[in-house]
């Protein structure tokens, strides 16, 4: 009986120690993971500050010692000295970049709002050499023509009409220099110069459309 109890009492010292150990363990984590809280934050302010500036792609920080981290270097426009990026290596004039000295860019290329772009397209500049714009010959939804040496869309879905032989699209209708969608139900009727006035299964009645 002695023995045990003995056992019984060693048993439960055991215990004891074990619940003291673990109760150490979780107060140390707990600790830990305060450290870790702050260091998170401080880290979170850093990432904050870099995105602001300094990183690849994004302006530099003009009020630090350094400009960009990363050993980048700052890229300023040649045009603009308040633009700038921070980058490996500085490069004008190409597709995406910034215009250089002159506002010159590469070849089918036009500088825009300081930046190279494809020339040609809608909202672009036109292009110098051949083809003013792309699609200004198009007889679809595409049709663009240079106005004040920017290319727009034109002759169809109430863009203004366009200045060639072609004022409209097939399926416009000219009205006020604009060219409105014709021909389909509840739509104004198409000219019958235009193959026919309404799409299958409908009639024209009092200019419109209808079953």
């Known amino acids: 009986m002695r023995l045990n ?11 004891i120690v074990f619940i003291l150990i673990l109760m150490f363990i979780i107060s140390g984590c707990d600790i830990r ?11 979170k302010d850093e990432t904050l500050v870099m995105d602001d500036c300094g990183s690849d792609g994004l302006k530099c920080c003009v009020n630090k010692d350094v400009p960009c981290f990363f050993e980048q270097i700052c890229c ?3 045009n603009n000295s308040e633009r700038n990026y921070c980058s490996d290596e500085c490069s ?3 597709f995406e970049e910034y215009c ?3 506002n010159v860019c590469e070849e089918r290329l036009a500088c825009h709002n300081g930046d190279c772009v494809k020339c040609g397209e809608s909202g672009n500049p036109c292009c110098v050499d051949g083809i003013k714009c792309l699609n200004e010959n198009s007889e679809e939804k595409n049709r663009t023509q240079c106005t004040d040496n920017i290319c727009e869309l034109c002759g169809y879905g109430g863009n203004k009409i366009c200045s060639g032989e072609m004022k409209c699209i097939k399926n416009h209708l000219e009205n006020n220099n ?26 024209c009645e009092l200019g419109f459309c209808v079953k």
């Open 76 to 78: 300023t426009d040649p």
């Open 92 to 94: 004008f004039g190409g």
């Open 33 to 43: 993971n305060k450290d870790k809280n702050i260091n998170d934050e401080s880290w």
């Open 100 to 102: 250089d000295i002159g």
């Open 5 to 15: 109890k003995v056992v019984r009492m060693s048993g439960i010292k055991m215990q």
């Open 178 to 203: 604009i060219c409105l969608s014709c021909g389909e139900f509840n739509q104004p009727c198409c000219k019958i110069d235009q193959n026919k006035e309404c799409d299958d299964n409908l009639k």
